[in-house]
């Protein structure tokens, strides 16, 4: 009776929620988009065959447009911690890249001497540096292999003035931007790691390690070695750092760089493929082995030896090595400063972080696992594609409990049906277990890249609760460096394997402090009311305007000459001020939302008896919202600061509400 008092209830509660949503808001574009993406400040880019667009995220008001043809996914890279982008563009031989203005669709400078697109930056706008990769021609099939040679520009931010550049030496195998396609498509070096400005020095990670003096471009520190193992994407670690050294990984070993001279000080040899590391204290952890994306075809590959190790920070010397791990490992997260968790195929294990000696090891009984992560409840929790389950970490070791959540609604049998308690259950180590299968209805391909991209909406805002970042001293200032770089991974998540998002999701994060250079600089009644709420700089205007520098470059005045439908020129300055302002805070709550959901694409029970997404608590385990949209885009993606999903149909940008429980 209990039971069908409980069903009753629930199917009152979803009674009043329609079967079939309509969009909350749909924008009618001129022409077919080609791509779109999120930005930081809650406005959406998208471009056509004809038109790149700004559109409120919000509202789909469109914010202004620029005429603008050939733009694919590649030409658009947003600049991160300012107001700009960057719009790589191809008019016959002609190439050009300019800044322009989000908010505004002004364009603040034009440089004619690049080709290519922009496919990964790094910025210090305190330095004014701004360094740019760029590919020419980067397009191909999936499954071929495909090769350029990189050109690296340095500008100043400020106005475009090329400081350097330099081409690569030989050609280095590219990405493609998806694997959905049986046709050409856009490649990307989204299987390197972007560029770094860290102490007055730039970082290339492409034909191994090599360092240059950022604003002169001299060379300094260089080994060259084959980035991507075996054809496999990210097989090294993102550089990490302390106050002394920068520490990367590369052909079996890892290298500390003295920070101040740019020289290798030590390193510590024979550990094999290096994905992941994290600095605590004096000791450099890694993980050694686990799970790539092949950038052939985008399938899940294995590489060994499987295991992590502890480092001295002070020589090198290998501390310890844990071998213990089997094929399928995962990422690694710190349930605290002693304590290391790790799960390969079968089995959660605990890792005593000062001598390398197993705590415990369970079986977690989660088909391919990918990932693992600590929720606020301090519990680990292992998923992979269709399934999460979470597990109690105490002190030394994982207390088994009788407690078990399972979701309540059944996906398999199409109908909801709560969970009898009294039933068998197959796991008890889980405190609760949530499973949802892909829809079997359609093709499978299209099917397995949505359901790829659903689960993998978790790790775009950083999601871990905590995770090695949180451990490093002087995590602020490796925060404020680490966000100040773009690639591909940022929005082309869904191409990469859960465990590589897994081990990058904690550095997705927003830096508290913005430049501006656009419109916001110029509007001093918004300074004023925002200017407490977030930190704001502004580039010294004698730095900017008046400045006499190459032919090559536009004088940077801000032109609107190409824009068309520019909202903000045309309201009144109080409505500007509460525009302005609006996307500000939107960006603010960005940098401090970290992710909740972790979204499983499945057949939804009725009442809905449809495909939709299903949003479940990684800190309950609880199924609590639900997106009713059963065909989306492959490329849709949500903004958790609204609480809406964006998809594409034809001509048409539409917003879809997420519902809460």
Known sequence: MKVFVLLLCLLFLLADIPANAQPVWQANLDGKLAFYQTTDFGIMLAGTDNSLYAVDGQTGETLWRKRTRGLDETSITP??????????????????????????????????????????????????????????????????????????????????????KKELESDVE????????????????????????????????????????????????????????????????????????????????????????????????DLGVTPEMAVVGDVLYVRTGGQFTSIKDGEIREKGAFGVSAIDTKNGKTLWRYKGADKGLTNFVFADANTILVADKDDLITIDAKDGKRINKLEHDVEKAQFILINESGEAVIGGRDEIAAFRVEGRGLRVEGRVQSSKFKVQSSFLEIQNPKSKIQNREAIWRVKHKSPSRGVFRVVA????????????????????????????????????????????????????????????????????????????????????????????????????ISSAINRVTPSRADVQESLLDRIDPARQV????????????????????????????????????????????????????????????????????????????????????
């Open 449 to 548: 890249g949505i359901a790829l991209r659903a689960t993998a909406l978790y790790f775009r805002y950083g999601g871990l609760a905590t995770s090695a970042l949180n451990l490093v001293r002087g995590a602020s200032v490796a925060r404020s460096v680490l966000s100040l770089r773009w690639s591909g991974l940022k929005s082309r998540f869904s191409s990469f394997d859960l465990t590589t998002l897994a081990s990058n999701s904690a550095k997705n994060y927003i830096s508290g402090r913005i430049s501006v250079f656009g419109i916001a600089s110029r509007n001093a009644d918004f300074l004023n009311r925002i200017r407490g709420l977030q930190a704001i700089d502004i580039p010294n205007a004698s730095n900017i305007r008046g400045k006499i």
């Open 578 to 661: 509460e525009k302005l302002s609006e996307y500000f805070l939107r960006r603010k709550r960005l940098a401090e939302i970290r992710g909740n959901y972790m979204y499983f694409y499945t057949d939804l029970p009725k009442p809905f008896d449809k495909k939709g997404l299903v949003g479940v608590n990684v800190h309950t385990g609880q199924d609590s919202r639900f997106i009713l949209i059963s065909e989306p885009d492959a490329r849709f993606t949500t903004d958790e600061t609204v609480g809406l999903l964006y998809s594409a149909d034809g001509n048409r940008l539409q917003a879809f509400d997420v519902l809460e429980r």
């Open 174 to 269: 590219m990405m493609p931007s998806r694997f959905d396609s049986d046709g050409e498509v856009a490649f990307t070096l989204d299987n390197y790691r972007p560029p770094l400005i860290l102490d007055g020095r730039l970082f290339l990670f492409y034909e191994g390690v090599t360092s240059y003096d950022a604003r002169t471009g001299k060379e300094g520190e260089r080994e060259k070695f084959k980035v991507n193992e075996d054809n496999l994407a990210l097989t090294e670690a993102d550089p990490v750092f302390d106050e002394k050294f920068l520490y990367t990984s590369g052909r079996g070993k890892v290298r500390a760089v003295n920070r101040r001279s740019g020289e290798v000080e030590w390193e510590a040899k």
């Open 79 to 164: 600049i991160p911690a300012t107001d700009l982008i960057l719009v790589s563009t191809d008019v016959g031989d002609k190439s050009r890249v300019e800044a322009v203005d989000l908010l505004s669709g002004a364009t603040l400078w034009r440089s004619d001497k690049v080709k290519g697109d922009v496919l990964q930056l790094a910025v210090e706008p305190s330095a004014d540096l701004l360094a740019v990769v760029l590919v020419k021609k980067a397009k191909g099939k999936v499954g071929e292999e495909f090769k350029r040679t990189p050109i690296v520009h340095v500008f100043n931010l400020s106005n475009g003035e090329e400081l350097w």
